[in-house]
């Protein structure tokens, strides 16, 4: 199985909402952070929420008040709830961990995206 995988995207009108959710495997521990990550076509990636292993969570301006990023240790996902949704805000969404390996070096791992489209 792959480290990580996002689900939940898809076509959503404007104002609608949308849970998407990153399934993440036991062996990548211990985590660091958790994060969703997001790009637009012709546009570059950019980070939209995290959340660390205290709990504080970080959002872009652009969706402040909107998303919500949560993280289900027992399940082993992360989640972003996304409100109030417009066409700005149709993009490929990353599931985005920063883990160690075994050795105790940082170790990057990216989910394949998912792609979620506001549109009437």
């Known amino acids: 199985q792959v480290p990580v995988a996002e689900s939940g995207g898809g076509l959503v009108q404007p104002g609608g909402s949308l849970r998407l959710s990153c399934a993440i495997s036991r062996d990548v521990f211990p985590i660091f952070t958790w994060a969703w990550y997001r790009q637009a076509q012709g546009d570059q990636r950019e980070e939209v929420a995290k959340?660390?292993?205290?709990?504080?969570?970080y959002y872009s301006d652009s969706v402040k008040g909107r998303f919500t990023i949560s993280r289900d240790n027992g399940a082993n996902t992360v989640d972003l709830q996304m409100t109030s949704l417009g066409p700005d805000d149709t993009a490929v969404y990353f599931c985005?961990?920063?883990?160690?390996?075994?050795?105790?070096?940082?170790?990057?791992?990216w989910g394949q995206g998912t792609q979620v489209t506001v549109s009437s």
């Open positions: 959340i660390d292993s205290a709990g504080i969570t």
């Open positions: 985005n961990i920063l883990a160690h390996n075994s050795r105790g070096a940082p170790r990057i791992y």
